[in-house]
């Protein structure tokens, strides 16, 4: 069973940066590097989003959503199955549980990590 383990929110001021990871686990016949992979947030009452994601393999192709373009960056480490989401420049609207999963969200998720953005 593949899981997801999230973690490196926490509370930050505005113009504020934080690095979070997502450590996979369970792949058996795919590998992590077989799947693209993505950062997805869910604020309170909202549903759950996409933010950003990046390609299998190499991971050299990265989308992300209008609201963070510029600001996080998304990159994975196959050696140690783990994608990352470095967010710079945080708003108080970025505040949200942030989850991660493969590109097609085909498997449980994890219990995400808080990010609270405020003064």
């Known amino acids: 069973q593949v899981q997801f383990v999230e973690s490196g929110g926490g509370l930050v001021q505005p113009g504020g940066s934080l690095r979070l990871s997502c450590a996979a686990s369970?792949?058996?016949?795919?590998?992590?590097?077989?799947?693209?992979m993505g950062w997805y947030s869910q604020a309170p009452g909202k549903k759950r989003e996409f933010v950003a994601t990046?390609?299998?393999?190499?991971?050299?192709?990265?989308s992300y959503a209008d609201s963070v373009k510029g600001r996080f960056t998304i990159s994975r480490d196959n050696a140690k199955n783990t994608v990352y989401l470095q967010m710079n420049n945080l708003v108080p609207e970025d505040t949200a549980v942030y989850f991660c999963?493969?590109?097609?969200?085909?498997?449980?998720w994890g219990q995400g990590t808080q990010v609270t953005v405020s003064s």
């Open positions: 990046v390609s299998s393999g190499s991971g050299r192709i990265t």
């Open positions: 369970g792949f058996t016949f795919f590998t992590f590097s077989n799947y693209g």
């Open positions: 999963n493969t590109v097609a969200g085909q498997w449980d």
